[in-house]
């Protein structure tokens, strides 16, 4: 037990930070794309495990042939919202229940990603290739890291600052409304079917994006990267919430605010993520571990409610 | 017969249905007719309020005309234009409608202004412009200081904060808010408290006379059916049994209509709301 204790080292876990912020900045881009249809739109998307390893498939083989990071990251914000038209017209059109539709699509790019790349995992370094972003600009010196987290930190604030601007506009209270309450929606004249398209589009680009980020942060697309990435997703959307909600509930600038959470929960899960690992948990039990932290989240709210009723209840 | 100021043509209805007919998990033992040869025309002005036991056919006529699902045979012609092929978002810009349930005509996560500002574009394409206008936002202020409620203080308060008499309140507005050819009102005061129904009766009477609007309520309330709107009609087993308007409604008792009921379908309103009611 002792020689246990005295072999984990804080400064190794220290070092290690920089990296597990920088991860979970990347997965935060794609949480914000859960949070979408997740809460706004009210659609429990599977999707993104297929959607996040497409849009890094396409980003990577795309760099791989030449074409410049900037815009293969861009092309994933469209292979990932190609993913989420595919959902949604399997949901509105042929009637297939959400959660069904989206694993039918997750399960297709299982194959259309080995199909894009050819092998289940194609790598792409940074000796080669100017990419966007890597884990070692992280982890080399000093000023690439300040360069790295400044950049991503505008690139998170300026995607926040869109989404805001967007939700607020007449497009985006309709994806509100139609979340929020679908009959209303109905009668105020919204096409429910199309504002679900659309949302899962959007919701999948972003996801779609962030697989590219992530390909490029870890240098290498693999087919099986976005296995169980959704319960990443939701678990930064709830630890946001769950953390920071009451604070964000408050805020006049209600939606940059839970936005802001949902990064952050993101990033609390990658810190934790690396506590864990850093505790010696050995990595293939990290999904395990994963289950357990969002269900764990998923809980709270409802047994705290659950506390208040019957402390209700007892007066 | 009614007030038909505008109607030069003798075909000019706002409304008409003919012949409607849907039937509800046809082939299973669940199967119920829900109406069954509907026939209804509305000249424009025309109030309408509606009655009948549980299962006539009220709200599901409402529904209907809505557009919530496709009916099994039959025309729906508003203006003179056949809607019945048009889904239930097409419909909208036509109609204004208020449900039973409070929570069912307002977005609750969102605030006042933007329920109201999404009403506004009813019937309108959904721009990247912003949500709610600086102008609109005053319209929409002055609107709701005619309901007396307090609400135009409260404009960025999410709905899902309000009573259920507020709520209704504002669905009212939001239903007259682009002056819709047809209002729907769907027994929109029965799930308030008396007080709060009367109110919520009230404004719905102001509404549709100031901007004259042609509108139908359904009520499991007699005597509001008697008291308010220019016609009133009875349903039974999905059609209309009944149909009176001008000073002959003025002159109905709450007796008269159950009389009439009795007559016309051959039961008593017994275990019946309405008996509650009247």
Known sequence: MLSYFASLNPLTLLNSLPGAIAQGMVWGVMALGVYITFRLLDFADLTVDGSIAFGAAVCIMLIRNGVSPI????????????????????????????????ILTQIALYSINLNVMGKSNQPVSVDNYKLVISLRYVTEDPVKR???????????????G????????????????????????????????????????ISNGLVGIAGGLYGQFQGAADVGMGRGAIVIGLAAVIIGEVLFGKFAAKRKLYLVWTLLSVVLGAIIYYLVYQFVLWLKMPSEDMKLFSAIVVAIFLAVPYLRDKAIQKKGVAK | MSNSKNNDLANDYVLEIQDVHKVFNKGTINEKIALNGLNLKLNKGDFV???????????????????????????????????????EHKRAKYLGRVFQDPMTGTAATMSIEENMALAARRGEHRTLLWG????????????????????????TSKVGLLSGGQRQAITLLMAAIKKPDLLLLDEHTAALDPKTAAKVLEISEKIIMTNNLTAMMVTHNMKDAIVHGNRLIMMHEGHIIYDVSGEEKKALQVSDLLHKFEEASGTEFANDRMMLSK
Do not use: H
């Open chain 2, 132 to 155: 709610v206008g600086r102008a609109e936002r005053e319209e929409f202020k002055e609107q709701l200081s005619t309901l007396g409620l307090g609400l135009e203080k409260r404009m």
């Open chain 2, 49 to 87: 309020t509606i009655i009948g036991g549980n299962g006539a056919g009220k709200s599901t006529s409402l529904n209907a005309i809505a557009g919530v699902w496709p009916v099994d045979k039959g025309r729906i012609l508003i203006n003179g234009e056949d809607i019945t092929a048009l889904p």
């Open chain 1, 162 to 201: 869109i989404l805001y601007w967007y939700f607020g506009t007449e497009q985006g209270q309709a994806i509100r409304a139609t979340g929020c309450n679908p009959n209303m929606a109905r009668a105020q004249g919204i096409n429910t079917d199309f504002i679900k398209v659309l949302t899962l589009m």
């Open chain 1, 71 to 102: 815009i293969a990251t861009l092309v994933s914000f469209f292979a990932g919202a190609a993913a989420g038209l595919i959902t949604g017209l399997l949901n509105t059109l042929l009637g297939i229940p959400g959660i069904l539709a989206s």
């Open chain 1, 146 to 160: 300040a360069i790295f987290f400044v950049g991503f930190t505008v690139f998170l604030f300026a995607l926040i």
